[in-house]
């Protein structure tokens, strides 16, 4: 039902910053609640980052808190995760995901669309 898209993965160096997005499609965008995960190699996929469709508030997971920002452009049907202060554990790939309407907690299973996916590695 929803379409997602991410962009912006690349390689870059520790203490750095990069931008991803997602642009989402074949939903109307300002009714979606949108998230970010992440996984690492040989290990379980991780939630990273939320925002309902209202904007009002934010989640994020305790590792990236005062790091990374998400934020929406409705207009834009995109969602954005801006990563700053990048660590080498902060290596992964990372997810979109989209649900439509609220959430009673950030686990995987409670979003029913998922993009392909964009790598991140923070080297030393």
């Known amino acids: 039902q929803v379409q997602l898209v991410e962009s912006g993965g690349g390689l870059v160096q520790a203490g750095g910053s990069l931008r991803l997005s997602c642009a989402a499609s074949?939903?109307?965008?300002?009714?979606?609640?949108m998230a970010w995960f992440r996984q690492a190699p040989g290990k379980a996929r991780e939630f990273v980052a939320a925002i309902p469709w209202n904007s009002v508030n934010t989640n994020y997971a305790d590792s990236v808190k005062g790091r990374f920002s998400i934020s929406r452009d409705n207009a834009k049907n995109t969602v954005y995760l801006q990563m700053n202060s990048l660590k080498p554990e902060d290596t992964a790939d990372y997810y979109c995901a989209a649900r439509v309407g609220g959430v009673n907690y950030y686990g995987e299973a409670v979003f029913g669309s998922w993009g392909q996916g964009t790598h991140v590695t923070v080297s030393s």
């Open positions: 074949g939903r109307t965008f300002s009714s979606l609640t």
